[in-house]
């Protein structure tokens, strides 16, 4: 797993092997994979499908962007799995300054994590504004479906 997680440092030469050591315990740290000792020699079929996904993340903050994009970063996770993931996110766009762009179908977890939101139908923006706004009046009729969808509402 530290391999894989250093690697964006290698590409990008950043540091020596102690600086991408550290960079990566400090990675793996911040996605809560802890201790991350216990972690940073071991091999992905050895993981859980939720520490596979930390690790995905630890392997996109180890540079230290300023911008996370993540495309359906809870697919394929159960109902639990995926509360944790967002929570994570969440902490991690407050701890570390760090502005997270979701790409989702999950409509509960733009509601639960996004302060605003866009809603595309066949590649163009249909609605645009907050979480709060989009998700309790949605003003265009594809958004009201969605929602409708989502919550069981008629």
Known sequence: MGDIVAEPMVIHRIGDRAIQRDATMDA????????AADFVDRYPHELSGGQRQRVAFARALVTRPRLLLADEPTSGLDASLRVGIVDLMS?????????????????????RSCDAVIVMQDGRVVETGSSTEVFTNPS??????????TTGAQ
């Open 28 to 35: 793996l740290e911040s996605v809560r994979l802890t201790p």
């Open 91 to 111: 902490d991690l766009a407050r701890t570390q300054d760090l502005a997270v762009l979701h790409i989702t179908h999950d409509l509960a977890l733009a509601a």
């Open 140 to 149: 265009h009729q594809y958004t009201a479906a969605l929602v409708a969808a």
